[in-house]
């Protein structure tokens, strides 16, 4: 199969920054589940893997995200990404996240397709999402060290059994680098978010980005807290931004860092520095319908 039109970045706004105000993405809220439990998530909001928490999102069908990215492309032409960022992980809901996108690509030959994971379940469907030309992937990886990893996720669930503590933390580490590793050998660009929690992981940044490029990953997103009362870390401030200026220096040392990003819903629509989610809602909501 021929990659070469969906593998270069120059079209997708969040990999390249030149080129955030000329082209855009849609999210596709197709996901609700997670399989795991980040202690800074409230189950009501999108997921952060790509978004920040706010309202919920309509949900759509498989076959309803093909007619909203129809919709959204002859509205808005400079749309260029179609993505899937929740409201939970893409993977908590395989066979609904395949089917979507099997649907999009089969409608949108030249889209650029793009998906963002916690990485605990992607692996088993890396080889599909190469042949779909899937051209970029997002893991969001919190902690490379399991005993700051256990202070983050309360659980992690692998099929029916739930991991708790340090073998909870563990298992997700291992599936998260081991995706970042089949990933690109599978040729996806592949970018990990870290999202930065004071007085848990904001010591251990660049350790993640060391270790993530290790593996093979592109590019890196450190990303604030939003924080969220309703969590177990709701009495956490949200970083300052001199902390995260910091913080993305010295990950920089290892690794390209995004820093333009704008922390987007799962329903987000538009250029990036001209969203037009609001516009858009309504089309959502009738596609939803
Ligand atoms: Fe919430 Fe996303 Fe973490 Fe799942 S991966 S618990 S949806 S922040
Ligand atoms: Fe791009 Fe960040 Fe928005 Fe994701 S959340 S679409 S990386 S700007």
Not at 109 to 127: A, E, Q, T
Not at 153 to 158: C, F, G, P
Not at 192 to 208: A, L, W
Not at 215 to 230: E, S, T, W, Y
Request: proline share 6%; net charge positive; charged share 25%.
């Amino acid at each position: 199969m021929n990659h070469s039109k969906h593998t270069d970045i120059s079209r997708h706004p969040c990999f390249n920054a030149d080129v955030k105000g000329k082209y855009g993405r849609v999210h596709l809220p197709i996901a609700p589940k997670c399989n795991i439990k980040c202690n800074f998530c409230d189950r009501k909001y999108d997921c952060v893997n790509e978004s920040r928490p706010g309202v919920t999102s309509n949900l759509l069908s498989p076959a309803q995200a093909g007619i909203y990215v129809d919709r959204v492309v002859a509205k808005e032409p400079r749309i260029t990404v179609a993505g899937i960022a929740g409201p939970g992980d893409p993977f908590a809901n395989g066979e609904k996240t395949m089917a979507t996108l099997r649907t999009v690509r089969k409608k949108h030959p030249h889209i650029l397709l793009c998906v963002s994971s916690n990485g605990m379940n992607i692996s088993s469907y890396i080889k599909e999402l190469a042949e779909l030309e899937v051209s970029h992937v997002t893991i969001t990886v919190c902690a490379t060290d399991p005993e700051i990893g256990r202070k983050i996720y309360s659980w992690v669930k692998d099929g029916n059994v739930v991991y708790r503590g340090l073998q909870g933390a563990k298992l997700l580490l291992s599936r998260q680098l081991a995706a970042i590793e089949k990933l690109k050998q599978h040729g996806i660009t592949v970018k990990v978010n870290c999202i930065v929690i004071p007085g848990i992981n904001d010591h251990h940044i660049e350790e993640v980005a060391k270790t993530v490029k290790r593996c093979g990953a592109d590019l890196f997103n450190a990303m604030a807290m939003f924080p969220n009362v309703n969590t177990p870390f709701g009495d956490i401030p949200q970083p300052a931004p001199e902390m995260m200026e910091e913080i993305r220096s010295s990950a920089e040392k290892h690794l390209p860092q995004m820093r333009h990003c704008t922390r987007c819903r799962a329903d987000a629509a538009g250029l990036l520095d001209e969203d037009k989610t609001e516009e858009f809602r309504g089309c959502l909501s009738s596609c939803s319908a």
